[in-house]
């Protein structure tokens, strides 16, 4: 009985050793891969530091000026709505002004003057810049 015993013990030992030696490996080819990547990171770096400028190159400063232009003429449109807004604002409120007082002029019952039922020159005056 202790040959079955001993000879699951040496299997799971075996078993065992044989996944240490996996994980090993396998970490020790991330380690590679890791290091390489690296080392290949910093010489990408460094060569287009030490590159004279390349069409094919990405140019930073002009993107920003760019995008700085763009950022600049949309300022400008959303002020440019900004002014138009408050001046169709202006304009309706205008309208509605204008309409109000026609309708006070039109549809308010006219004062008559006490002689022979005529305006008086105050009146006329007052309802002619009424209408302007």
Same mark, same amino acid.
């Given at each position: ?51 004279? *400028? ?54 308010? *019952? ?23």
């Amino acid at each position: 009985m202790t040959k079955k015993k001993g000879g699951k013990v040496a299997k799971k030992e075996e078993e065992r050793k044989k996944k240490l030696i996996m994980w090993i490996g396998i970490s020790l080819v991330m380690v590679l891969i890791l290091v390489g990547w690296i080392f290949n990171t910093k010489n990408v770096f460094n060569q287009s530091k030490n590159n004279s *400028p390349n069409p094919d190159q990405f140019e930073w400063s002009r993107i920003k000026n760019e995008l700085s232009q763009v950022i600049n003429k949309t300022k400008e449109n959303i002020n440019q709505l900004k002014e138009d807004s408050i001046v169709q604002e202006a304009r309706n409120e205008l309208q509605t002004t204008d309409q109000k007082n026609k309708d006070e002029i039109f549809f308010k *019952p006219l004062p008559l003057a006490e002689d022979n039922n005529e305006f008086s020159e105050e009146e006329i005056l007052e309802l002619k810049n009424k209408l302007e």
